[in-house]
């Protein structure tokens, strides 16, 4: 049984580059449209965060709480999905799909 285990785990192992270049994508896609539009509207996004939560800048727990878990209710859900995913990738490494990798053989 053990070595059915180490088997799926080796087999597995080999596509640790690429599930980490996939989880970079779609962590990249997730906070696109969000940057995108605050950087066309930064000066009403820093206006919402003062005047209405008076805060010079935004706080992800004044913004979704802690009482509430499901995204539809404004909770934490998908916030917490992203700290996550950031995790991963800081304590996994870039990778060998990532622009570290790259540049790191290009200018080394």
């Keep these: 049984m053990k070595n059915i285990f180490q088997n799926i785990e080796t087999f597995l192992s080999k596509f640790q ?24 509207g930064f000066n009403a996004v820093v206006t919402w965060f003062d005047q209405s939560l008076h805060l010079p800048f935004p706080w992800l727990i004044t913004v979704h709480g802690f009482s509430q878990f499901a995204a539809a209710e404004n909770g934490f859900e998908i916030p917490l999905y992203y700290l996550v995913m950031l995790f991963v990738l800081i304590s996994t490494g870039t990778g060998k799909y990532s622009l570290d990798e790259v540049f790191s053989r290009k200018y080394s």
Excluded: E, H, S, T
């Design 17 to 40: 580059d690429c599930a980490l270049l996939i989880l970079r994508l779609v962590l990249a896609y997730g906070f696109l449209i969000p940057a995108i539009n605050k950087l066309q």
